[in-house]
């Protein structure tokens, strides 16, 4: 990947970059809680 632009402001002045970061965030988030909740039953069972 060329690094002819600096990182920083991609990340900070970006607001999709922003939003598909907090987007994927929230998607693992949403996984690991769904995963979480839907096996502990069966874990406890």
Same mark, same amino acid.
């Given at each position: 990947m060329p690094q002819s632009y600096p990182s920083?402001? =991609?990340?900070?002045?970006?607001?999709?970059? =922003?939003?598909?970061l907090a987007h994927l965030d929230s998607v693992r988030l949403a996984f690991w809680i769904g995963y979480n909740v839907l096996d502990s039953p069966m874990r406890d069972e």
């Open positions: 920083k402001p =991609l990340t900070h002045g970006n607001p999709a970059f =922003l939003i598909s």
